[in-house]
């Protein structure tokens, strides 16, 4: 196993609850090197967090390791099968609930 698959492993491992459903794959291309992460359904909302910022941390992170061994390293999340996702509400107003904000 490489420095930055095992890094990338250790880290996910530490953020999950269920460290045993964790896989990540390494695939070697012409772009660089593709971190393919999978975890537990239960496990997306810790990996991901909020606004994405767990994982963007995490990409960060690979992102350096791969830099110290002259590799450009990606990380991609694979979603869980069955999973369905999840549409954000709505979150537009006409203008009478604007205007009626403003008088309160």
Known sequence: MERDQQFVE???KSIVNN???VV???TVDEL???LSVKVSPE???LLIGRAGSTAKAVRTL???VGMRNNARVNLKIEEP???TRVKPESKTKDIED???ELNM
């Open 10 to 12: 250790f880290v996910i």
């Open 19 to 21: 460290p045993d459903a």
């Open 24 to 26: 990540v794959a390494r």
């Open 32 to 34: 660089g090197v593709l």
């Open 43 to 45: 496990d997306m909302g």
């Open 62 to 64: 690979a992102r350096i």
């Open 81 to 83: 099968e069955g999973s």
């Open 98 to 100: 604007v205007v009626g």
